[in-house]
């Protein structure tokens, strides 16, 4: 059974907006942006053009309509397994789909599971983001930030470079407020045909993405 025991004094942030900007309030100081507004902020000019004949390819109703679609079983799945990880009773919304996704993520994940620090996290990196990480604490024993991922159909790694950079951007402010070494992130990733994938940063390619996040961040603050 799991069970989420915290040494570390976890916050909660609270989100508003100033300036029509959606932004972290927190205790460290001025309120910073998201990780995920700054990775929307700088993303790649080839990945927006994408997005776009992609839109336009399938026209913009259904491409609406996909979106939302996976969207509404995404945090079905999401929230079904953060009430398995903090032990408690699931009474939301839920489909016949997104249970069988949820279940595919518990039985390939639960048995590599060592510690749970908390679930839901919000962290800092004083000055520059906050966000929250879906889970954090010790995987194949080894501290390591965790998210779960929903995806209509199977990815490649090479597909998925925000998540890298997301789960380093977690890591390196849980080290920074915490004082660990968070060197480790593993995607947990289920599709609608319920294929879960694994996707695994050990210590040396976690310094890779800290640094590519860490232009991304510049670039952020250059462009406002």
């Known amino acids: 059974m799991l069970a989420i025991n915290s040494p570390y004094p976890y916050q909660e942030l609270t989100r508003k907006s100033i300036?029509?900007?959606r932004l972290?309030?927190?205790?460290?100081g001025d309120p910073v942006p998201s990780v995920t507004t700054i990775?929307?902020?700088?993303k790649p000019q080839e990945k927006r053009e994408a997005l776009?004949?992609?839109r336009q390819r399938v026209g913009e109703a259904e491409a609406q309509k996909i979106t939302t679609e996976a969207a509404n079983v995404g945090t079905q799945m999401h929230n079904m397994l953060e009430s398995w990880v903090k032990n408690e009773?699931?009474?939301?919304t839920?489909?016949?789909?997104?249970?069988?996704?949820?279940?595919?993520?518990?039985?390939?994940?639960?048995?590599?599971i060592d510690e749970i620090w908390g679930s839901e996290v919000n962290l800092c990196y004083p000055g520059l983001y906050a966000g929250t990480t879906?889970?954090?604490?010790?995987?194949?024993?080894?501290?390591?930030?965790?998210?779960?991922?929903?995806?209509?159909?199977?990815?490649?790694r090479e597909w998925i470079d925000d998540y890298f950079?997301?789960?380093?951007?977690?890591?390196?402010?849980?080290?920074e407020l915490y004082d660990t070494k968070i060197e480790n992130i593993a995607i947990f990733m289920c599709s609608r045909e319920c294929e879960f994938q694994l996707f695994e940063v050990e210590a040396e390619e976690f310094k890779q993405w800290e640094e590519k996040w860490a232009l991304r961040v510049a670039e952020f603050y250059n462009l406002n």
Do not use: C
Request: hydrophobic share 30%.
């Open 89 to 92: 009773e699931y009474t939301g």
């Open 24 to 28: 972290y309030d927190n205790p460290w």
């Open 39 to 42: 990775l929307d902020k700088t």
């Open 165 to 175: 950079m997301q789960g380093a951007a977690y890591g390196m402010a849980h080290n």
């Open 52 to 54: 776009n004949n992609w």
């Open 134 to 156: 879906d889970l954090v604490g010790v995987y194949k024993g080894k501290p390591t930030i965790m998210d779960f991922k929903q995806t209509n159909k199977p990815k490649k």
């Open 94 to 112: 839920s489909t016949i789909q997104s249970r069988l996704m949820a279940d595919t993520v518990k039985k390939n994940v639960e048995p590599y």
């Open 19 to 21: 300036n029509g900007k």
